[in-house]
């Protein structure tokens, strides 16, 4: 069963700081890798993706991507409470436009 | 660009009934996907279609079907709908090739199964 993983939070942090927030997957044939946001009640946002090993910045928003390690993780710089919803990691499987969704990661950022 | 579309947005059914959905891609995009999300289970993946072949399927029952017409534009239909089809259900658009695998979501159609 291929899975992704997510810590279900919820993840506090207060405004300004970084918040860190983790994915591991199981299926090493894994070759992109999603962050989307998703406030209560709207659908998913896509706000990262990451194809390759290393980080990628856009903004605020760093991915980092971990291939040997099956980890993709999200950072988001000066925290604002707008940032404030569920982060979820999605993984698609060799090259396929099948994806596997981690449950999201609550995301609470404290005024 | 316009972004992807879902019609309708809200449904009541009752058990037994079938219903179809509908989803409109971004102009461009060759790929559809749908989704079933709930608090329970989170996103999970129905299928996917390209060029107006299902080209992925999920783990569901042949209760939930898809086709996609000639201009993209794609239709779920669940048939003998069930109290456990109460659920969000998500389009989500891409290119479909050519490397390119940022998907883009509807806002999403609300089914209540009554």
């Known amino acids: 069963q291929k899975e992704v993983e997510q810590n279900s939070g919820p993840l506090s942090v207060p405004e300004g700081a970084i918040a860190s927030l983790n994915c591991t997957y199981s299926d090493r044939g894994s070759q992109s890798f999603f962050w989307y946001r998703q406030y209560s009640g709207k659908s998913p946002e896509l706000i990262m993706f990451i194809y390759s090993n290393g980080d990628k910045e856009d903004g605020r928003f760093t991915a980092q991507l971990n291939k040997a390690s099956q980890y993709v993780s999200l950072l988001i710089r000066d925290s604002q409470p707008s940032d404030s919803a569920t982060y979820l990691c999605?993984?698609?499987?060799?090259?396929?436009?099948?994806?596997?969704f981690g449950t999201g990661t609550r995301l609470k950022v404290l005024a | 660009k316009a972004g992807v579309t879902q019609t309708p947005r809200y449904l009541i059914k009752t058990r037994g009934q079938q219903v179809t959905l509908s989803c409109s891609p971004i102009?461009?995009?060759?790929?559809v996907s749908w989704y079933q999300q709930t608090p329970g289970q989170g996103l999970q993946f129905l299928f996917e279609y390209f060029s107006e072949t299902q080209r992925n399927k999920g783990n569901f029952p042949g209760r939930f079907s898809g086709r996609q017409f000639s201009n993209s534009r794609s239709e779920m239909n669940v048939s003998t709908l069930e109290l456990g089809d109460s659920a969000l259900y998500l389009c989500?658009?891409?290119?479909?090739?050519?490397?390119?695998?940022?998907?883009?979501f509807g806002p999403g159609t609300r089914l209540t199964v009554t």
């Open positions: 102009s461009g995009h060759r790929s």
């Open positions: 999605a993984v698609n499987a060799g090259g396929t436009y099948k994806y596997i």
């Open positions: 989500a658009s891409s290119l479909g090739q050519g490397g390119s695998y940022e998907q883009y």
